[in-house]
Nanobody, 128 residues
Framework: QVTLVESGGGLVQAGGSLRLSCAVS????????VGWFRQAPGKEREFVAA????????YYVDSVKGRFTISKDNAYNTVHLEMNSLKPEDAAVYSC?????????????????????WGQGTQVTVSS
């Protein structure tokens, strides 16, 4: 099992950028993927992006393609989510999650119940 700690949230104007980080510690060799989800008040948790731990293949929800980039820093076992051209609708609590088993594709990544371990979340606020 791993422990996940998010950082990097904050307040930004629409059109601005933020970089979120998810520090992964513990039994990292058991990790198959790390993903980012977000949840806005009154809304369901939504899949944002994921990266496979070893191959670094990435997946995104359509609404963030071209604006967000997920990446992994091997030296520090940290997964980053670079968010550009932020919109007010991107405001939410962003959480990272780890997966310990291999799954084939994005349809399974989208389901929050698929993921095994979660971080505590970090708030992103986007002012218009």
């Amino acid at each position: 099992q791993v422990t996940l700690v998010e950082s990097g949230g904050g307040l930004v104007q629409a059109g601005g950028s933020l970089r979120l980080s998810c520090a992964v510690s513990g039994r990292t060799f058991s990790t198959q993927a790390v993903g980012w989800f977000r949840q806005a008040p009154g809304k369901e948790r939504e899949f944002v992006a994921a990266i496979r731990w070893n191959s670094r293949i990435t997946y995104y929800v359509d609404s963030v393609k071209g604006r967000f980039t997920i990446s992994k820093d091997n030296a520090y076992n940290t997964v980053h989510l670079e968010m550009n051209s932020l919109k007010p609708e991107d405001a939410a609590v962003y959480s990272c999650a780890a997966l310990y088993r291999y799954i084939s594709g994005i349809s399974d990544f989208r389901e929050a119940s698929t993921w095994d371990t979660w971080g505590q979340g970090t708030q992103v606020t986007v002012s218009s």
